[in-house]
């Protein structure tokens, strides 16, 4: 729809992050019901953006989850091994320790903040929520902008029904949006993840200067505004300007395969329906991701759809297209913006259970 009917003309390039997350059982004597944690950086370098959660829910269950931002320069990095050794640290591993793990889940995120909110309205139709980017990164939380959003979009649909209005813009919507508290939220918090883009320190500084602060001066919103124009697949370098990462083997106990995690999203697809993930030009893969980048679609996609099978000098690329749990990272962090993610037929995909 955004591209049908050009709602990010003007607008910064959306940025997205790929969000990975598991759902533990853990042992009762390390259950702290309510506990949040959240951390930034590492096992992330400081040129990364990336961050965690860990949450104790009731019944002896913890969330945890690692977003990594898909402007990441490095081909050779991997969301999915960064999030496995980020539970390896022992203010993490605690947690975890004597516990089994139940779930499994991914998907892509949007983070572009205010500046990168396309235009949310056409004709018939509106977005809501973090389809449209409404996430308030700054505070990891979307589902109050959701709610919102869709009560603004809802009331505006109402009026246009009441006026017997039909197959025009719901621009009402907008309007209100502009004039709700929600506008003055993400407002403040707009140039959260652009300043991630200057390294974790100058980060770190700057959202503490903004979002602490100049609201304890008196001045809610920054008097500046950071813009970018670079879409997040064409921030990847050619694995030649970077070291490769090599990451451990995983112990099947804190750390984990790929195959074996995507069992736990119960994700399922019919063996025979044609493939969701496309692509536009089937010599890609290896000519120009493979030979430039390494082939990461072997690496950013947390699920082990992406393969390179073959001797040297005659790979290609298989796609488990089965494997998938619908995070779309494909289609955002592809350096050729070669592969395509569509509708599945009848609907299949992860069964998520308490995630």
């Not at 955004?2 to 940025?15: C, M, N, T, V």
């Not at 496995?84 to 998907?107: C, D, V």
């Not at 008196?218 to 990451?247: F, M, Q």
């Amino acid at each position: 729809l955004i591209a049908r009917y050009q709602l990010d003309a003007g607008k910064d390039p959306q940025a997205y992050g790929i969000g990975i997350k598991e759902l533990w059982q853990i042992d009762p004597a390390r259950h702290e019901p309510g506990l949040v944690v959240h951390a930034a950086g590492w096992p992330l370098d400081n040129a990364t953006y990336g961050g965690a959660f860990l949450y104790h829910a009731d019944g002896g269950k913890v969330s945890i989850g690692y977003v990594v931002g898909l402007d990441y320069k490095n081909p050779w990095l991997s969301p999915f091994e960064e999030f496995q050794r980020f539970k390896t640290h022992p203010s993490i591993r605690k947690h975890l320790e004597g516990g089994k793990r139940i779930g499994y889940g991914a998907r892509a995120i949007t983070a572009g903040g205010l500046m990168s909110l396309p235009k949310t309205v056409f004709p018939g139709g509106a977005l809501v929520g973090c389809e449209a980017g409404f996430l308030n990164v700054s505070r990891i939380k979307g589902s109050h902008a959701a709610i919102k959003t869709g009560m603004l979009a809802a009331d505006a649909a109402f009026d246009a029904l009441v006026a017997d209005r039909q197959h025009d813009e719901l621009s009402a919507y907008p309007a209100a949006f502009e004039s709700s508290w929600l506008h003055d939220e993400l407002k403040q918090s707009r140039n959260f993840k652009q300043w991630f883009k200057k390294g974790q320190t100058v980060a770190t500084l700057m959202t503490g200067i903004e979002q602490w602060l100049l609201p304890k001066l008196g001045i809610r919103n920054p008097p500046w505004t950071l813009r970018h124009s670079t879409p997040d697949h064409a921030c990847l370098e050619p694995a030649d300007k970077h070291a490769k990462i090599v990451y451990p083997k995983p112990d099947g106990v804190l750390t984990f395969d790929r195959l074996s995690s995507v069992f736990l999203s119960s994700t399922n697809h019919a063996e025979d329906q044609p493939s969701h993930l496309t692509l536009k030009d089937a010599s890609v893969p290896v000519r120009v991701n493979l030979a430039e980048y390494a082939g990461p679609e072997a690496r950013y996609c947390p699920a082990g759809v992406y393969e390179f099978v073959g001797a040297q000098g005659s790979e290609q690329l298989q796609i488990n297209a089965q494997n998938c749990v619908h995070c779309k990272t494909c289609d955002i962090k592809d350096p050729t913006q070669n592969i395509v993610w569509v509708t599945p037929q009848g609907g299949g995909g992860p069964n998520y259970t308490g995630m």
